[in-house]
């Protein structure tokens, strides 16, 4: 009996990353959101010492966003950038890298924020960069046990 749950319980959780990764590449938009919420990777080091390259964030869709606030915002379905609201006026907002000299050339419309950052995670990182492996130890462990 102990064998059969555990079979099913690796079935389970292959088909379960399976579908993550398949849902995850097969999207058209630059963003996957479950309830308004987003995990990133983190691509320059612009806005370093806060956020590093490589490191996951989580951000999430708000109402209202402040000054100060790092924020996601997608460019003409392009790419995406998270830089610091230095300036707001209205439902327009002015951002810049945290390690850059200069603000961004672009005006942010409300629109197009995807998000503000609500989390830097170090165990997200960890698990971003060594998934495969860590995988293969929770397999080894269920069928050892």
């Known amino acids: 009996m102990k064998k059969i749950i555990k079979i099913l319980c690796s079935i389970t959780i292959s088909i379960i990353l399976s579908l993550a990764l398949y849902f995850g590449l097969n999207t058209n938009s630059l963003l996957v959101k479950f309830y308004g919420i987003s995990i990133l990777t983190v ?31 997608n460019v003409n ?27 961004d050339r672009e ?14 995670s170090q165990i997200l990182k960890f698990i971003y960069e060594y998934w495969l492996i860590l995988i293969i130890a929770i397999l080894f462990i269920l069928i050892i046990i």
Do not use: W
């Not at 379905?77 to 603000?103: A, C, M, P, S, W």
């Open 77 to 103: 379905n392009e790419y995406l950038v998270t830089h610091r609201i230095i300036e707001k006026d209205g439902n327009t907002f002015v951002t810049k890298g945290d390690n850059n000299n200069i603000q």
């Open 43 to 73: 691509g320059s080091g612009s806005m370093l010492p806060e956020l590093s390259v490589g490191d996951v964030i989580i951000i999430k869709a708000c109402d209202d966003y402040k000054i100060n606030d790092i924020i996601t915002y």
């Open 107 to 120: 005006i942010v419309l409300k629109e197009n924020i995807e998000g503000k950052v609500i989390y830097n």
